[in-house]
Protein backbone atom coordinates (compact mmCIF):
# COMPACT_ATOMS: atom_id res chain seq x y z
CA UNK A 1 0.00 0.00 0.00
CA UNK A 2 0.88 3.27 -0.30
CA UNK A 3 3.76 5.16 2.72
CA UNK A 4 3.70 8.60 3.52
CA UNK A 5 6.47 9.36 5.93
CA UNK A 6 7.03 12.80 8.22
CA UNK A 7 10.30 14.26 9.58
CA UNK A 8 10.61 14.91 12.29
CA UNK A 9 8.11 12.99 14.43
CA UNK A 10 8.75 14.89 17.30
CA UNK A 11 10.25 18.44 17.53
CA UNK A 12 10.33 20.49 21.21
CA UNK A 13 11.61 23.99 20.20
CA UNK A 14 12.18 27.21 22.11
CA UNK A 15 9.42 30.02 21.38
CA UNK A 16 9.93 32.40 18.61
CA UNK A 17 11.66 30.01 16.61
CA UNK A 18 11.04 28.35 13.39
CA UNK A 19 10.16 24.70 12.88
CA UNK A 20 9.85 22.62 9.65
CA UNK A 21 7.84 19.70 9.10
CA UNK A 22 8.39 16.97 5.78
CA UNK A 23 5.75 14.75 4.20
CA UNK A 24 7.11 12.61 1.64
CA UNK A 25 5.10 10.12 -0.14
CA UNK A 26 6.99 7.22 -0.60
CA UNK A 27 6.20 4.83 -3.24
CA UNK A 28 3.25 7.41 -5.19
CA UNK A 29 3.30 10.54 -6.65
CA UNK A 30 1.29 13.01 -4.56
CA UNK A 31 -0.83 15.34 -6.61
CA UNK A 32 -2.64 16.71 -3.68
CA UNK A 33 -1.18 16.92 0.31
CA UNK A 34 -3.39 18.15 3.01
CA UNK A 35 -2.28 18.73 6.17
CA UNK A 36 -3.97 18.52 9.76
CA UNK A 37 -3.80 19.70 13.21
CA UNK A 38 -5.11 17.52 16.47
CA UNK A 39 -5.39 18.92 19.68
CA UNK A 40 -5.54 16.42 22.38
CA UNK A 41 -8.64 15.00 22.76
CA UNK A 42 -10.09 16.90 19.73
CA UNK A 43 -10.38 15.93 16.18
CA UNK A 44 -8.22 16.56 13.54
CA UNK A 45 -8.54 19.86 12.07
CA UNK A 46 -7.62 20.59 7.85
CA UNK A 47 -5.22 23.34 8.34
CA UNK A 48 -4.52 23.52 3.90
CA UNK A 49 -4.57 21.96 1.11
CA UNK A 50 -1.70 21.91 -1.38
CA UNK A 51 -1.14 21.21 -4.74
CA UNK A 52 2.30 20.00 -6.19
CA UNK A 53 3.29 23.35 -7.78
CA UNK A 54 0.96 25.52 -6.74
CA UNK A 55 0.08 28.41 -4.19
CA UNK A 56 -1.64 25.97 -0.53
CA UNK A 57 -5.35 26.73 -0.06
CA UNK A 58 -5.63 27.74 3.90
CA UNK A 59 -9.13 27.08 5.46
CA UNK A 60 -10.25 29.85 6.99
CA UNK A 61 -8.87 31.00 10.43
CA UNK A 62 -5.68 29.32 9.75
CA UNK A 63 -2.70 32.37 8.93
CA UNK A 64 -0.99 31.44 5.99
CA UNK A 65 2.12 33.50 7.07
CA UNK A 66 2.40 31.51 10.00
CA UNK A 67 2.11 28.18 8.65
CA UNK A 68 4.27 28.23 5.20
CA UNK A 69 3.38 25.27 3.48
CA UNK A 70 5.65 24.21 0.37
CA UNK A 71 4.70 21.49 -2.05
CA UNK A 72 7.68 21.55 -4.38
CA UNK A 73 7.61 18.33 -5.85
CA UNK A 74 5.21 15.47 -6.12
CA UNK A 75 6.70 13.53 -3.47
CA UNK A 76 7.06 16.16 -1.10
CA UNK A 77 5.36 19.09 0.99
CA UNK A 78 6.82 21.44 4.05
CA UNK A 79 4.61 22.90 6.40
CA UNK A 80 6.81 25.68 8.62
CA UNK A 81 5.82 26.71 11.32
CA UNK A 82 7.58 30.67 12.19
CA UNK A 83 7.57 31.83 15.17
CA UNK A 84 6.25 28.68 17.11
CA UNK A 85 4.94 29.90 20.19
CA UNK A 86 3.26 27.56 23.17
CA UNK A 87 -0.28 27.65 21.24
CA UNK A 88 1.52 26.48 18.46
CA UNK A 89 1.96 23.12 20.77
CA UNK A 90 -0.07 20.23 18.64
CA UNK A 91 0.16 17.20 16.86
CA UNK A 92 0.53 18.22 13.08
CA UNK A 93 -0.62 15.13 10.78
CA UNK A 94 -0.06 15.46 6.58
CA UNK A 95 -1.94 13.48 4.45
CA UNK A 96 -1.39 12.68 0.18
CA UNK A 97 -3.46 11.23 -2.67
CA UNK A 98 -2.46 10.65 -6.15
CA UNK A 99 -5.77 11.37 -7.61
CA UNK A 100 -5.94 14.79 -7.37
CA UNK A 101 -8.39 15.55 -4.46
CA UNK A 102 -10.55 12.15 -3.72
CA UNK A 103 -10.64 11.92 0.17
CA UNK A 104 -11.19 8.04 0.24
CA UNK A 105 -7.80 7.63 -1.13
CA UNK A 106 -5.70 10.11 0.95
CA UNK A 107 -2.90 8.83 3.16
CA UNK A 108 -1.38 9.47 6.32
CA UNK A 109 1.75 10.19 7.74
CA UNK A 110 2.46 8.75 11.38
CA UNK A 111 2.19 12.68 12.73
CA UNK A 112 4.67 15.12 14.09
CA UNK A 113 4.66 15.93 17.97
CA UNK A 114 5.54 19.54 17.93
CA UNK A 115 6.12 20.74 21.74
CA UNK A 116 6.82 24.53 22.09
CA UNK A 117 8.62 25.78 25.37
CA UNK B 1 -21.25 25.63 10.21
CA UNK B 2 -20.27 22.12 9.46
CA UNK B 3 -20.10 19.18 12.11
CA UNK B 4 -19.71 15.49 13.23
CA UNK B 5 -20.09 14.54 16.55
CA UNK B 6 -19.18 11.12 17.52
CA UNK B 7 -20.56 9.27 20.42
CA UNK B 8 -19.80 8.06 22.72
CA UNK B 9 -16.66 9.74 23.77
CA UNK B 10 -14.72 7.00 25.40
CA UNK B 11 -15.77 3.24 26.09
CA UNK B 12 -14.53 0.41 27.68
CA UNK B 13 -15.49 -3.35 26.76
CA UNK B 14 -13.90 -6.75 26.65
CA UNK B 15 -12.90 -9.48 24.58
CA UNK B 16 -15.66 -10.84 22.39
CA UNK B 17 -18.07 -7.64 23.32
CA UNK B 18 -19.86 -6.43 20.82
CA UNK B 19 -19.40 -2.35 20.30
CA UNK B 20 -21.51 0.38 18.18
CA UNK B 21 -19.58 3.57 17.48
CA UNK B 22 -22.11 6.39 16.27
CA UNK B 23 -21.23 9.19 14.07
CA UNK B 24 -24.24 12.28 13.16
CA UNK B 25 -23.22 14.92 10.82
CA UNK B 26 -24.44 18.43 9.67
CA UNK B 27 -22.33 19.28 6.38
CA UNK B 28 -23.23 22.02 3.36
CA UNK B 29 -21.64 19.65 0.34
CA UNK B 30 -21.89 15.72 1.36
CA UNK B 31 -20.74 13.46 -0.77
CA UNK B 32 -19.47 10.40 1.58
CA UNK B 33 -18.38 9.43 5.22
CA UNK B 34 -15.30 7.93 6.19
CA UNK B 35 -13.93 5.72 9.25
CA UNK B 36 -10.57 5.91 10.24
CA UNK B 37 -8.94 3.87 12.84
CA UNK B 38 -6.39 5.94 14.53
CA UNK B 39 -3.61 4.03 17.22
CA UNK B 40 -1.40 6.49 18.70
CA UNK B 41 0.20 8.07 15.05
CA UNK B 42 -1.52 8.21 11.80
CA UNK B 43 -5.48 6.78 10.80
CA UNK B 44 -6.13 4.26 8.51
CA UNK B 45 -9.52 3.95 6.50
CA UNK B 46 -11.47 1.24 7.34
CA UNK B 47 -14.34 2.61 5.48
CA UNK B 48 -15.61 4.85 3.03
CA UNK B 49 -20.06 5.05 2.53
CA UNK B 50 -21.82 6.95 0.00
CA UNK B 51 -25.36 5.39 -0.18
CA UNK B 52 -28.14 5.19 2.72
CA UNK B 53 -28.68 1.44 3.65
CA UNK B 54 -25.96 -0.39 2.04
CA UNK B 55 -23.85 -2.40 4.76
CA UNK B 56 -19.74 -2.67 4.07
CA UNK B 57 -18.22 -5.17 6.25
CA UNK B 58 -14.24 -5.97 6.30
CA UNK B 59 -13.99 -8.94 8.93
CA UNK B 60 -15.29 -7.84 12.48
CA UNK B 61 -16.44 -4.61 11.31
CA UNK B 62 -18.87 -3.27 9.27
CA UNK B 63 -20.94 0.19 8.63
CA UNK B 64 -24.23 1.50 7.38
CA UNK B 65 -25.32 4.91 6.69
CA UNK B 66 -28.40 6.98 6.79
CA UNK B 67 -28.68 9.69 4.94
CA UNK B 68 -32.15 10.95 5.41
CA UNK B 69 -31.31 10.57 9.19
CA UNK B 70 -27.69 12.04 8.75
CA UNK B 71 -25.82 9.54 10.91
CA UNK B 72 -23.87 6.12 10.32
CA UNK B 73 -22.91 3.68 12.63
CA UNK B 74 -20.16 1.49 12.92
CA UNK B 75 -19.95 -1.73 14.38
CA UNK B 76 -17.10 -4.46 15.72
CA UNK B 77 -17.79 -7.85 16.72
CA UNK B 78 -16.49 -10.50 18.85
CA UNK B 79 -13.90 -7.38 20.13
CA UNK B 80 -10.19 -8.29 20.46
CA UNK B 81 -7.79 -6.08 22.71
CA UNK B 82 -6.14 -5.40 19.00
CA UNK B 83 -9.60 -3.37 18.41
CA UNK B 84 -8.66 -1.22 21.02
CA UNK B 85 -7.95 2.74 19.36
CA UNK B 86 -9.46 5.60 18.45
CA UNK B 87 -12.20 5.62 15.18
CA UNK B 88 -12.78 8.58 13.71
CA UNK B 89 -15.89 9.45 11.58
CA UNK B 90 -15.13 11.99 8.91
CA UNK B 91 -17.33 13.50 6.42
CA UNK B 92 -16.11 14.55 2.81
CA UNK B 93 -17.40 17.90 2.64
CA UNK B 94 -16.78 19.18 -1.44
CA UNK B 95 -13.54 17.16 -1.29
CA UNK B 96 -12.34 18.05 2.33
CA UNK B 97 -12.62 16.54 5.41
CA UNK B 98 -14.23 17.31 8.58
CA UNK B 99 -13.36 14.88 11.01
CA UNK B 100 -15.42 14.00 14.04
CA UNK B 101 -13.66 13.93 17.71
CA UNK B 102 -13.20 10.24 17.64
CA UNK B 103 -14.57 7.32 20.36
CA UNK B 104 -11.70 6.10 22.43
CA UNK B 105 -12.34 1.91 22.21
CA UNK B 106 -10.59 0.13 25.21
CA UNK B 107 -10.99 -3.69 25.07
CA UNK B 108 -9.89 -5.59 28.03
CA UNK B 109 -8.57 -9.09 27.68
Known amino acids: GAVVSQHPSRVICKSGTSVKIECRSL??????MFWYRQFPKQSLMLMAT?????????EQGVEKDKFLINHASLTLSTLTVTSAHPEDSSFYIC?????????????FGPGTRLTVL | EDKVVQSPLSLVVHEGDTVTLNCSYE??????LLWYKQEKKAPTFLFML????IEKKSGRLSSILDKKELFSILNITATQTGDSAVYLC?????????FGAGTTVTVRA
Open chain 1, 27 to 32: DFQATT
Open chain 1, 95 to 107: SANSEGVRTDTQY
Open chain 2, 27 to 32: VTNFRS
Open chain 2, 50 to 53: TSSG
Open chain 1, 50 to 58: SNEGSKATY
Open chain 2, 90 to 98: AVDDDYKLS
